[in-house]
């Protein structure tokens, strides 16, 4: 993947103002994980301390990403999510250097997220920043 180095990315902080767009983000996240094999793990962030960061090009949002912590020093990236025609900017990449040095700062220890089976993209999206498939999880319809 090349990623085009022309463009000023911003991240920051979601804010209030963006509530529509991580809404978005996360339907067309629910309908784009219907391609893939598995099922989402049901996410349980409500009340745990955490944060959300949006990125994109100028003053549009295009990504966002959201992470829960779990104990003191462990951290789970609940959701990533790049819009599919903002995608191989570096926007994903973005998203998860500054939630990475976030959580430096913030003394963590362990980081872990999930990509379903078939998604490559997001797969390689947490490889290429040091995250690798601890345990595969099987299972069949009976």
């Not at 209030?16 to 983000?25: F, I, K, P, R």
């Not at 992470?67 to 990533?80: L, T």
Request: charged content about 20%.
């Amino acid at each position: 993947m090349q990623l085009v180095t022309d463009l000023s990315i911003f991240v920051r902080n979601a804010s209030a103002d963006d509530a529509a767009v991580l809404l978005t983000h996360r339907e067309l996240s629910r309908q784009e994980a219907t391609q893939y094999r598995g099922s989402v793990p049901k996410s349980s962030v409500d009340g745990l301390p955490g944060f959300t960061l949006v990125a994109g090009v100028g003053s549009l949002v295009m990504g966002s990403l959201t992470v829960a912590q779990n104990d003191a020093y462990k951290w789970s990236i609940e959701f990533v999510f790049v819009e599919a025609a903002s995608r191989e900017i570096g926007i994903g990449d973005a998203l998860v250097l500054a939630c990475l040095r976030e959580l430096q700062s913030n003394k963590a220890t362990w980081v872990q997220s999930s990509a379903l089976p078939g998604d490559r993209a997001m797969k390689n999206l947490f490889e290429r920043h040091g995250l690798v498939a601890q345990t595969i999880i099987v299972g069949k319809k009976l």
